[in-house]
């Protein structure tokens, strides 16, 4: 039987050194799988991310849309209202950001019980940036748009 002498560490071979030791229970084949993982998982993590900022934006877009055109088909609703006075007041309730390219459209009722409509459209470039344009989803040429009808008084 032939025995081995137990080195020092002060007497390892360069080579010797550079090897580190491995955990209990984990393989050399493995190493490096991690980085692997989050290469290809981050981007994913990334777009989720982006889609939920961006989609976040968008709704509350659409609320703020949504209660623009009921402000102003209430404004409509009123015996002496005019476009002007209808398109104001949607102005006034809509954020700054949205008031930009707003577009206002207003069916106005001659007398008293006639349907009312008022239209709202705002592009959705004005509400959020354009973050998902890369895997497919872009908002160019697309538009949030609210119509609220009443009864004229």
């Not at 560490?9 to 393989?27: E, F, H, N, Y």
């Not at 961006?54 to 009123?78: D, H, I, P, Q, T």
């Not at 069916?107 to 344009?133: E, F, H, T």
């Amino acid at each position: 039987m032939v025995r081995r002498a137990v080195r020092q560490p002060s007497q390892l071979r360069r080579s010797d050194r550079s090897v580190k030791p491995v955990a209990p229970g984990v393989s050399r084949k493995r190493a490096g799988f991690f980085s692997m993982e989050l290469v290809l998982t981050l981007p994913l993590l990334g777009i989720i991310l982006l889609a939920v900022f961006e989609f976040s934006l968008l709704f509350s877009a659409r609320a703020a849309v949504v209660e623009a055109s009921r402000v102003g088909a209430r404004r409509a609703c009123l015996a002496d209202a005019t476009l002007a006075d209808v398109e104001e007041q949607v102005r006034k309730v809509l954020p700054s950001r949205l008031q930009r390219e707003v577009a206002v459209r207003a069916i106005l009722g001659a007398k008293s019980g006639d349907v009312v409509a008022v239209g709202v459209q705002v592009p959705m470039r004005c509400a959020a940036p354009d973050l998902l344009w890369p895997v497919g989803y872009s908002l160019k040429n697309k538009y949030i748009y609210a119509e609220t009808r009443m009864i004229k008084e």
